[in-house]
């Protein structure tokens, strides 16, 4: 039929899929008023558009605005815009069609998924999320005249399987949607659509930034019972990211940080930004002044916002930040992506990609501009989240080098000022190559470690790591600058020059002699514990440490790794001697004697638990240590 009342069928997929819709797939249902007012706010655009292309097209583009009118008698909820309207045409296309291609596996896709909100992301991923109107109504009612047209049209379905079309007269330009709402059901989350307060909760957060006005007529009694009756805006329209920065202060900025993250202080640096060619879109990043306390836990939230053309899409957008800087809060608005994509579909969309690039590249930037010219600033920035942009260093390979730049860690050059690594470089002695660098829990125990002492006599700078996921960067980035990161817990260390070398060697080579048998004998004593016992050049006071092999995994990253879930071999370590402390000589002369084996293997467990106590390690037997040291302790009363 061409004209009047027109009862069409929706195929047997769309039925399947209004089903689904009605019996809640959806698990906040707030979100019907965002697709009825986005499908108002683009309407008013393409009428705006068309009217200034076509110039013979006489409408009123004076007065653009969306309009939410209740009726709380008969129940009804009705968003009206004064667009660019549809044909009945149009009406059929894109109104009266659900299966379009996908459907079949969207319903596959929705079947599947176990989470309410998964779901509720692949409906507007889809395209239908016009029918998102079906979980809250038992009937909609659609009514519109495209813009230059007489003749209007109506389209209404109560979602059981048929729809109705037909031709009505008297109509104005533009589209209205009425959603006769089903009874509140607080259970199903199915809330009143028809109260004042809700409707504004929903704009606000959904729709606060749309460029339109979006007007609600309100009445207020007051105690006389004198009704006053009054159109209010419900939102701001104040985007400050579609702004140019000239145009916008401080104060603005700030206001509209604590809006958005409910902090109460300002922004320690604002990154306003706009990406322009073949994917436009407007960024508009804050980073915060001080940590949230939810920084490092498994469910903390993010901070960028995504929007669509000013439509409020989604929180905590994982795909266009990482997790390393995720305390950065701020709104991303697309103008190419479709409304409610899946977090999905993001992650593997290539204009976001280009999008999150752009973005880390600027916020590292700026992280670089404070190190340079506002020292304190980045100071505060450090101090608050150097211990979560460390993370990035890990798996972050392509901005690697300017993490590297802006890293601050503790060193033994000064007692409280941190260093960068490039601070680091310039100060490294003639001839040095490495970057020496030791892990620890604390400072104190670093500085105190066993392994500092040759570094400390020979006045050479060791970088002090005392957060858990240093012993993870430093392994995984490896150098900086072309200077190999070195732990000096590992490996061989020997800090004397050519010179030096030449003239010691002769009474390295006699201790060596000296001490081969006492070290043939500690390394079967010990062979459970330690793989080597060799003599050392990195003590000048302690009387033995435990070091591992270059390559060795450290026995806090062993820890991390068992606390992961992540079975690990474990490795055996090595202890080194200090061949002029008079425990070890002393050692050395008993062992030669061949007197009290039973006692020279207690001193061998000692040697080896003090070197491991040192280093902030662990017993395997502890009770036995304490015992053992108790009784020599006695003796010596």
């Known amino acids: 039929m061409s004209n009047g009342v027109e009862t069409r069928e929706f195929q047997a997929e769309a039925r399947q899929l209004l089903q689904l819709m009605v019996h809640s797939i959806y698990s906040n249902k ?27 097209l006489d409408v009123d583009t004076s007065d653009l605005h969306i309009e939410i009118e209740v009726d709380k008698e008969k129940r009804t909820l009705t968003v009206r815009d004064n667009g660019i309207g549809m044909s009945r045409d149009d009406v059929v296309a894109l109104i009266g069609t659900i299966a379009k291609s996908g459907t079949a596996e969207l319903l596959r896709k929705l079947k599947e998924s176990q989470d309410a909100n998964a779901s509720q992301e692949l409906i507007g991923q889809f395209g239908v999320g016009f029918y998102a109107t079906f979980m809250v109504a038992d009937r909609v009612e659609l009514v519109t005249r495209r813009a230059g047209q007489t003749g209007g049209t109506r389209w ?4 059981e399987g048929t729809y109705t079309v037909e031709d009505v007269e008297d109509t104005p330009q533009g589209t209205s949607v009425t959603v006769h709402l089903k009874p ?20 606000k957060r959904y729709s606060d930034f749309i460029a339109w006005p979006i007007r609600m007529t309100t009445e207020r009694t007051d105690e006389e019972g004198k009704t006053t009756v ?15 920065r000239s145009e916008v202060d401080d104060a603005e900025y700030h206001e509209f940080y604590k809006h958005l993250s409910h902090d109460w202080v300002d922004p320690l640096e604002t990154i306003h930004m706009r990406g322009e060619g073949a994917f436009e879109y407007e960024a508009l990043l804050f980073i915060p002044s001080h940590a949230p306390y939810d920084l490092f836990m498994r469910e903390g939230k993010r901070g960028v916002q995504l929007y669509v053309k000013r439509v409020f899409i989604m929180d905590d957008c994982e795909a266009l930040m ?6 950065v809060k701020g709104v991303v608005d697309a103008h190419d992506l479709s409304l409610n994509i899946s977090r999905e579909i ?56 300017t993490l590297l730049e802006v890293t601050s860690v503790a060193s033994t050059h000064h007692e409280t000022e941190l260093t960068t690594l490039a601070g680091y470089v310039e100060r490294m002695k003639d001839g040095q190559s490495d970057i020496y660098y030791l892990t620890g829990e604390s400072r104190t125990m670093i500085e105190n470690s066993p392994h500092m002492e040759a570094f400390r006599a020979k006045g050479y700078e060791v970088l002090i790591l005392t957060d858990p996921v240093d012993e993870v960067w430093v392994e995984r980035v490896g150098e900086f600058d072309g200077r190999p990161l070195r732990s000096i817990a590992k490996g061989q260390v020997d800090l004397d020059s050519e010179e030096e070398r030449k003239s010691a060697e002769p009474e390295r080579e006699q201790q060596r002699k000296d001490f081969a048998p006492l070290l043939t004998w500690l390394g079967e004593q010990l062979a459970e514990e330690v793989k080597e016992v060799r003599l050392s050049a990195r003590l000048t006071t302690s009387p033995a440490c435990i070091v591992g092999d270059a390559h060795d995994l450290t026995p806090t990253l062993e820890k991390m790794y068992r606390a992961m879930g ?15 402390h008079p425990l070890v000589t002393g050692l050395r002369k008993a062992h030669e004697q ?15 638990g003090m070197a491991l106590l040192a280093e902030g390690g662990e017993l395997a037997d502890p009770s036995r240590f304490t015992r053992i040291l108790a009784d020599r302790l006695a003796r010596t009363l």
């Not at 965002?34 to 013979?56: F, G, H, I, P, T």
């Not at 211990?387 to 890990?394: C, D, F, N, Q, S």
């Not at 039973?598 to 467990?605: D, I, K, S, V």
């Open 184 to 203: 509140e059901d607080s259970e199903d989350n199915l809330f009143d659509y028809t109260a004042e307060w809700k409707l504004r909760e929903i704009v």
């Open 30 to 56: 707030d979100v019907f008023l965002r697709e009825l007012v986005s499908n108002a706010s683009d309407a008013l655009d393409k009428l705006r558009l068309e009217s200034m292309v076509d110039k013979d």
């Open 156 to 159: 209404e379905s109560t979602g």
């Open 322 to 327: 990482p997790d390393y800087l995720r305390f």
């Open 566 to 580: 992540q079975e690990v071999p474990p490795v055996k370590r090595i202890l080194e001697l200090n061949p002029t």
């Open 346 to 401: 993001l992650q593997q969309d290539r204009q976001i990609r280009v999008v999150r690039r752009r973005l880390v590249k600027k916020v590292l930037a700026t992280v670089r501009t404070m190190l340079t010219e506002q020292p304190e600033r980045y100071r505060t920035f450090w101090t608050e989240f150097g211990r979560a942009v460390k993370e990035g260093l890990i798996d972050d390979t392509e901005n690697r080098d």
């Open 230 to 244: 009054d159109v209010q805006t419900l939102n701001s329209m104040k985007a400050l990211w579609a702004r140019p």
């Open 594 to 608: 061949g007197v009290d084996t039973e006692g020279l293997t207690e001193t061998a467990e000692l040697l080896h």
